[in-house]
């Protein structure tokens, strides 16, 4: 079945760093690929996704490409914020009989610290 | 335009007992989608409804169950709890039913068992 693997947290950095999560995914035909934000006591933030082979999803300086060869979608950013402290999900989106759903990973918790 | 709500925010029950939670979909949206997220995991899909019909299921046995309203509105039912269902419950709703539309989280509602 479909499955989605992130790198386990926390991950700690100081501002300013350079941010990678990993992520690998398993999925029959060709998936839609997504990177969600849950800050503490919130629900989920769609940050970025990619539909199609090739594609760069990009938001608030977060940027994910769809490597369909690797069947990766690896998050980054240049320069880590305090405020970017949050766990990180990636997720893929499959047809579920006639419907959609989302498959998720078990996250990734990012602290940033000054 | 209102966001997606959902209700209780908090609620604590007692093993055996039932439970419904409720969700109203962001408006113009006709898809709603129920996942449960576990302490420490991501969420897992529980089902989806299109138009008042259920449009696919994850693996989750029959005590879990949802309706859908005419206007959209949701609902997830629990029966027979058990305290492996203490979870952060997440409404998602989207526009459309087989294609694929952004799905858009409400909050979540922490259920505790005891």
């Known amino acids: 079945g479909d499955s989605v693997t992130q790198m386990e947290g926390p991950v700690t950095l100081s501002e300013e760093a350079f941010l990678t999560i990993n992520c690998t995914y398993t999925?029959?035909?060709?998936?839609?690929l997504f990177w969600y934000v849950q800050y503490p006591g919130e629900g989920l933030q769609l940050l970025l996704k990619?539909?199609?082979?090739?594609d760069k999803g990009s938001n608030k300086g977060f940027e994910a490409t769809y490597r369909k060869e690797t069947t990766s979608f690896h998050l980054e950013k240049g320069s880590v914020q305090v405020s970017d402290s949050a766990v990180y999900f990636c997720?893929?989106?499959?047809?579920?009989?006639?419907?959609?759903?989302?498959?998720f990973g078990t996250g990734t918790q990012l602290k940033v610290e000054l | 335009e209102t966001g997606v709500t959902q209700s209780p925010t908090h609620l604590i029950k007692t093993r055996g007992q039932q439970v419904t939670l409720r969700c109203s979909s962001q408006?113009?949206?006709?898809?709603v989608s129920w996942y449960q997220q576990a302490l420490g995991q991501g969420p897992q899909f529980i089902f989806q409804?299109?138009?008042?019909?259920?449009?696919g299921r994850g693996n989750f046995p029959p005590r879990f169950s949802g309706l859908q309203f005419p206007n959209y509105s949701s609902e997830l039912n629990v029966n027979a709890l058990e305290l492996d269902d203490s979870a952060l419950y997440l409404c998602?709703?989207?526009?459309?039913?087989?294609?694929?539309?952004?799905?858009?989280f409400g909050p979540g509602t922490r259920l505790t068992v005891t």
């Open positions: 998602a709703s989207s526009l459309g039913g087989t294609a694929s539309y952004e799905q858009y």
């Open positions: 999925a029959t035909g060709y998936p839609s």
């Open positions: 990619a539909t199609k082979a090739d």
């Open positions: 997720a893929l989106r499959t047809r579920a009989g006639g419907g959609n759903k989302l498959t």
């Open positions: 408006s113009g949206h006709n898809t």
């Open positions: 409804y299109y138009r008042e019909e259920e449009n």
